[in-house]
Nanobody, 125 residues
Framework: QVQLVESGGALVQPGGSLRLSCAAS????????IAWFRQAPGKEREGVSC????????FYADSMKGRFTISSDNARNTLYLQMNSLKPGDTAVYYC??????????????????WGQGTQVTVSS
């Protein structure tokens, strides 16, 4: 049984930082494309960042470039998202996701099969 469990969400002030974690079981993350998505209230889910399984290439949504960093620890089978310079517009539920397949396209466009339950990030003063 595949499980993705996010953690690390919190209330943080604008300009602050958070690191989200996604612990995987039932799959080996280095064989999958892995990604972070987010969904704010009243908005559609959007891609944040991903790591492509074919070559380890990383993609970021434009609004996250330079502020967010995705990484993975294969020994811990865990995905991370380091978020710096947080803004109120980053408030959302953040989800991790995994996709099994080989492709050289933008991994934010994949149809992810496995999803975590989400962790709430709130940026507010």
């Amino acid at each position: 049984q595949v499980q993705l469990v996010e953690s690390g969400g919190a209330l943080v002030q604008p300009g602050g930082s958070l690191r989200l974690s996604c612990a995987a079981s039932g799959i080996t993350l280095d064989s999958y494309a892995i990604a972070w998505f987010r969904q704010a209230p009243g908005k559609e889910r959007e891609g944040v960042s991903c790591i492509r399984s074919t070559d380890g290439y990383t993609f970021y949504a434009d609004s996250m470039k330079g502020r967010f960093t995705i990484s993975s620890d294969n020994a811990r089978n865990t995905l991370y998202l380091q978020m710096n310079s947080l803004k109120p517009g980053d408030t959302a539920v953040y989800y991790c996701a995994a996709f099994f397949g080989t492709s050289y396209s933008n991994c934010l466009d994949y149809k992810y099969r496995y999803w975590g339950q989400g962790t709430q990030v709130t940026v507010s003063s």
